[in-house]
């Protein structure tokens, strides 16, 4: 399964977001021009388990290089593969929980549940040789924390069946429900201290990261992270909406409602509109008015139901102004 976007849009830019997943993309560059010195690198910054359980070898390392690697190993990827599959999760999920924890404490859970991850993997995979490497575990806190925060969200995911692409949406505690169980199956079937994916890095990394929101959302807010919510906050809806439509039977006209802000009813806008239609899924442009008001109705001829003799209703679409 592969998540394609969530339902819920986020009320400002996700500015740490994309500054984490930008200083991932950056350290991956610097680790391919590395070349026959590749290894030597991922063992000096790596999480590599013996480095700690073995005093012969942690004392080729200095106390800030130990401390160090449990930051740095986070920014580390095996491939390019598995940089655009932990950033891409990233995307989806990491906006929603900056949003309602606010920048600076978003950066400081992120951090930290990287850092609890780092140590579950560390703690059962004791002795190991292998080193870890990936934002995963840190992926793992954010997606724990998506699953308490918006737990009946939509997930479009995409499933190949047969070289048939499917596109469901499937609800979020279900997506992540699934994802955390095949973690736990993959830990328990996967050989102790053996190499492949740091899978209890991930289970460590959703466990605490659904500990470390509850904590969060307990302790006040601080007051940098509040201004800087205000001065990420968005001025306008999402460009891409999907729009749930109704219609009384008998009646070729279908209904539904667009939202927009205060600012984009002041000078007009553009709205790529999505609307489930049975398996398919029809998407075109709607261009909203300069001043525009509350419950005003847009008509669009021709997208309603097929009538009798082969003509077909309109879509109106109802006119709602919120702020974010």
Not at 7 to 34: C, D, E, G, M, R
Not at 45 to 73: D, H
Not at 223 to 244: E, F, H
Request: proline share 6%; hydrophobic share 45%.
């Amino acid at each position: 399964m592969l998540p394609l976007r969530d339902t819920i849009p986020s009320k400002s830019y996700p500015v740490v977001n994309y500054l984490i997943i930008a200083s991932n993309v950056f350290v991956y560059f610097i680790q391919t021009a590395q070349g026959p010195a590749l290894q030597k690198f991922i063992f000096i910054y790596g999480l590599v388990p013996m480095r700690y359980s073995e005093p012969q070898v942690g004392q080729y390392f200095s106390v800030g290089q130990q401390i160090f690697s449990f930051f740095s190993y986070m920014f580390l990827h095996g491939g390019l593969w598995h940089l655009l599959g932990n950033m891409w999760s990233l995307y989806i999920f990491g906006d929603n929980v900056e949003d309602r924890l606010g920048p600076f404490r978003y950066l400081v859970f992120y951090i930290l549940c990287g850092l609890a991850s780092g140590a579950t993997h560390l703690a059962i995979n004791w002795g190991s040789r292998v080193p870890t490497i990936g934002a995963s575990g840190a992926i793992a806190g954010v997606m724990g924390a998506y699953f308490l925060l918006y737990p009946h969200s939509k997930i479009l995911t995409f499933i190949p069946i047969f070289f048939i692409p499917y596109f469901i949406e499937v609800p979020a505690f279900f997506f992540l429900g699934l994802w955390f169980l095949m973690q736990f199956l993959s830990a328990a079937g996967s050989p102790a201290h053996g190499g492949g994916i740091a899978w209890w890095a991930h289970i460590g990394g959703f466990l605490f990261g659904m500990l470390f929101l509850k904590l969060f959302l307990r302790s006040p807010g601080l007051g940098i992270s509040q201004r800087l919510k205000q001065k990420t906050a968005k001025k306008k809806t999402p460009r891409l909406q999907v729009i749930r439509t109704v219609g009384s039977p008998g009646d070729p006209n279908l209904y539904g409602t667009i939202e927009i802000t205060p600012l984009e009813a002041k000078f007009g806008t553009k709205k790529l509109v999505n609307i489930p239609w049975g398996f398919q899924k029809r998407l075109f442009t709607v261009t909203v008015p300069q001043g525009v008001r509350e419950g005003t109705l847009l008509r669009l001829r021709g997208m309603g139901r097929a009538t009798e003799d082969d003509g077909k209703g309109d879509l109106y679409l109802k006119v709602k102004i919120k702020d974010l």
